[in-house]
């Protein structure tokens, strides 16, 4: 898919969670577009950790939990955790050669009908690709 935002439902992987968390002007853009609803986010536990984590990394510990509160209390987002979106992200894990947030990031679309929407087009997820497409074709912000 091409640059730009994509509509409708989207499953965020911790990239794009970066994204807006930074302000970039990607991200900005696909922050107007959850306010507008014109985009509806989804995510998983598991992303917001690895988002966390990546952002501790940059910014501090203080300052990433501070940043992950307010994405949380936004209520932007719609956290989906259950069994289900576990077991999924696994058997993605079992027959892709792939990080375990991006299996999760896929566990999320499948479960929530959602286009996968990924900050970078990664190595990793273009090879999949390549080797077996996704139920639905993936959303790069780059």
Request: with cysteine.
């Amino acid at each position: 898919m091409s640059a730009g935002t994509p509509r409708g439902h989207v499953a965020l992987d911790p990239g794009a969670l970066i994204e807006i968390l930074e302000a970039t002007p990607r991200g900005a853009q696909l922050l107007d577009a959850i306010r507008m609803a014109t985009v509806t986010p989804h995510t998983s536990l598991v992303n917001i950790a690895e988002t966390e984590y990546l952002l501790c990394r940059k910014v501090g510990h203080a300052s990433a939990s501070r940043r992950i509160d307010a994405l949380l209390a936004s209520g932007y987002l719609a956290i989906e955790d259950d069994v289900s979106i576990h077991r999924a992200a696994a058997a993605v894990k079992c027959s892709r050669s792939l990080a375990l947030a991006d299996c999760y990031t896929l566990a999320v679309a499948e479960a929530t009908s959602s286009t996968p929407l990924f900050a970078h087009r990664e190595q990793e997820l273009v090879k999949e690709m390549g080797r077996s497409p996704f139920p639905t074709p993936p959303f790069f912000l780059d």
